[in-house]
């Protein structure tokens, strides 16, 4: 499906008055700090220098209080305290980073991570079981989960078990009469809701750490929690969770602790990515987060928690190989599901009629599922349904567009689903095989009712127009102030207009490699997966912009998102 351009509006009167006021700040940059909120000079600072020194109080986070008391109390006493978390990436790096923090401050510290097919996600009576009875523990802290978890924590109770939840997702209408309960999303607005699962268990070790220097406890001083900084960094990014705030200070500061991380675990997937050089933002959600969620798809759940927890190199080195398969034996699952699922769309798609898609088959992994279902939307523009049959039921993966909330069209089906849950971008559903029919055709109609006047075209949002002379070191410097960028603060798109392509040539059969000119300026760039795209004449081009390395010499590079034939500007 090509894409529409659309650019993103811009007040050019307070861009003039912020360039002119800032340093080294060239104006597309200053376009950029006022499409991203920046009204002052002073803004345009706070936004480009996200520091620690910024962080709120974590007493101000619900239930902080009494979760410290009781955690302080278990590593005064010698308790066994057990981390229970979650097998995906924010899960992991939460579990990780609270065990280190916890072993750091003395305590007698295990981990438990409940397996995808086994146990499903969170803190179920099964699991708990199946916890208690691996860890004999007498305090559970949990991470990434554990709000609603009602059932879980009473029988905890009732077997003398305390539970301290550690959370970030939406309460529902019962919350677990746990000791503490520490979720930001329990009250309306408060700043720290847009932390990660990781970031609340970050504030908790903060309290505890800060708590012990006010009792002036010699581990609590001597723990650097900069150390942890990396496991926070990633799980932040891979959890899509908005990039402000808060959440930019610690990013920022986390992938400066992950160039040289403490914990032999981050150098092995380094190594086995084959990483070098600088990292950035996206290292966390393609190179980093797929590796540590496929432990969890397709392998051991607790195979990603053991690389972090490993203090031997050797070991790290065995355990990121084992993910690194993983990683290839999901791409392969994902591949083969993608194609079957393609294949049967295409056999009856007809974009008139079909506007919410659902695709079923004996023996899709769940998995990967929600990865395929994305895959689709790319390909589609439409909300798409996934599900793996596995006998009588059919468990499913839903990925949305933005004028489409798949959960409103969920409830819509409710009557056809044994249960379903999520948010308006992405959930899912379980359903019984008998009622595939009837919720294919529900889901449709529903769908159908609110997108059939609605263009579905794709949209390449652009920030801003700028010249091939614009695109110099000075600009590549400052967007680096600007990030971390992901969710919320998207990477920068750029265009640039009626450029001629110099030289051109195509890379493993499926990029391109360029070179730009407008006649007096010449910059280099990479169409990945590009091939088939080069128009003959002059073109239009939107892009990021990044720095390549290559030989030991580094020069600035062009990531191409879009080419077309240039096209006469109103």
Known sequence: MSRVWKFKPCEEALVERLFQCLENVPKPLAALLVQRGCTTAEDAYDFMNPALSTLRDPF?????????????????????ITVFGDYDADGVCSTALMVRVLRGLGGNVSAYIPGR??????????????????????????????????????????????????????????????????????VENHPASILAG??????????????????????????????????????????????????????RAGFQTLENSAWPGWGALKRVSGLRGPLETWHAGFTFGPRINAAGRVGRADAALDLFLTDLPEKADELAALLDESNRERQAIERDIVKEAVDEIDSWFDETRHFGLVVAREGWHAGVIGIVASRLIQRYGRPVAVIGIDGD?????????????????????????VRHGGHEMAAGLEVKTENLDAFRKCFNDYAYKRLKDVDLSPVLEIDRMVDLSEIDSLLMSGLRRTGPFGQDNPEPIWAVMNVNVADSRILKEKHLKLTFTDGRNRVDAIGFNMAEKLPDGPVDIAFSLHENTWNGRTSLQLNLKDIRPTQAQA
């Not at 101000?60 to 066994?80: C, N, Q, S, W």
């Not at 078990?161 to 019962?174: A, F, L, R, S, Y």
């Not at 929690?225 to 899509?240: E, H, I, P, Y």
């Open 60 to 80: 101000e986070l619900p239930d902080m209080t009494p979760a410290v008391e009781r955690v302080r109390r278990a590593l005064a006493d010698g308790e066994k």
């Open 198 to 251: 990781v970031g609340v268990a970050f504030k908790v070790c903060h309290a505890l750490i800060k708590a012990g220097r006010d009792d002036t406890c010699a581990a609590s001083t001597l723990f650097d929690l900069k150390s942890v900084l990396d496991f926070v960094a990633v799980a932040t990014v891979t959890d899509m969770v908005p990039l402000l705030g808060e959440n930019r200070a610690l990013v």
């Open 117 to 186: 097919l086994e146990n499903g996600y969170g803190l179920s009576p099964d699991a708990l079981q199946t916890c208690v009875e691996l860890h004999g523990p007498s305090l559970i802290v949990t991470v990434d989960c554990g709000t609603g978890a009602v059932a879980a924590v009473e029988a905890a109770r009732e077997r003398g078990v305390d539970i301290v939840v550690t959370d970030h997702h939406e309460p529902g209408e019962k919350i677990a009469s746990a000791v503490a309960v520490v979720n930001p999303k329990r």
């Open 393 to 417: 039921r059919g468990r499913g993966s839903c990925r949305s567009i933005e004028a489409f909330s798949v959960l409103d069209g969920l409830h819509a089906c409710a009557d056809l689903l």
